[in-house]
């Protein structure tokens, strides 16, 4: 158990959009408790939902595919522990990928074309640093081999940054630990957006649209 909480940490870094999530869960803890990842928490979160504009029937359908997309993360992600340990980011990475383009696939039978289209700007402004490393992103800001390069080094500090945060709140007070994540998502942010052009940060607006502040409530100790 004792690897496979390291893993769980591990995870909870990589995996899109999990930090701030977790963050605003308070109690809920670290890693894989409520999903592992943002994409699942965004489902069914009710703020997020009623941003989207859905209908209850529509809601009752993304609380489901939620649940879907946890059951998947827990399943494929406890089938790591197997994966040697130089080879775990990129397997965690190729795993997101697969689970995010799953959970479109069941959102455009779910959501009108706008909705999806909202969903994914606050998904991507959920991932912070973490957006400019997925195809997408890297296609539509025409991102140049340089600028990828200077982006996967600012992630990959990050990302270590933010497992020792983690790893310390297991001995210290997780509330300053997740400030700190947040501070430390935010220089990382600053120093990603100072490497685009003036062009490309209009793309990346375009593709994030207006600020929206995800709330997600704590979960009670059980």
């Known amino acids: 158990?004792?690897?496979?909480?390291?893993?769980?940490l591990a995870i909870g870094v990589v995996a899109l959009s999990a930090a701030p999530?977790?963050?605003?869960?308070?109690?809920?803890?670290?890693?894989?408790?409520?999903?592992?990842?943002?994409?699942?928490?965004?489902l069914s979160n009710k703020g997020v939902q009623q941003e989207l504009k859905v209908t209850d029937a529509q809601a009752e359908k993304l609380d489901a595919l939620a649940q879907d997309v946890r059951e998947k993360q827990r399943e494929e992600f406890q089938k790591l522990q197997d994966v040697p340990e130089d080879q775990r980011r990129d397997k965690m990475m190729e795993l997101t990928r697969s689970i995010n383009a799953d959970l479109r696939k069941g959102l455009?039978?779910?959501?009108?074309?706008?909705?999806?289209?909202r969903f994914e700007q606050i998904q991507l402004q959920?991932?912070?640093?973490?957006?400019?490393?997925?195809?997408r992103v890297e296609e539509e800001l025409k991102l140049t081999s340089e600028q990828k390069s200077?982006?996967?080094?600012?992630?990959e500090d990050l990302n270590e940054s933010m497992r020792d945060a983690f790893q310390q709140a297991?001995?210290?007070?997780?509330?300053?630990?997740?400030?700190?994540?947040?501070?430390?998502?935010?220089?990382?942010?600053?120093?990603?957006v100072a490497l685009l052009s003036d062009d490309q940060k209009k793309s990346w607006k375009d593709l994030?649209?207006?600020?929206?502040?995800v709330r997600?409530?704590?979960r009670p100790n059980n």
């Open 1 to 8: 158990m004792r690897t496979f909480g390291k893993l769980v």
């Open 108 to 117: 455009t039978n779910i959501l009108k074309p706008e909705q999806v289209k």
């Open 216 to 218: 997600f409530e704590p």
């Open 150 to 155: 200077k982006i996967r080094e600012i992630n």
């Open 170 to 192: 297991d001995q210290s007070d997780r509330a300053a630990a997740m400030q700190k994540i947040a501070g430390l998502r935010k220089q990382g942010m600053e120093k990603v």
């Open 208 to 213: 994030t649209g207006e600020p929206f502040e």
């Open 126 to 135: 959920q991932a912070g640093v973490n957006a400019f490393t997925t195809p």
């Open 21 to 42: 999530a977790m963050a605003q869960q308070g109690r809920g803890g670290f890693g894989m408790r409520g999903g592992g990842g943002g994409g699942a928490m965004l």
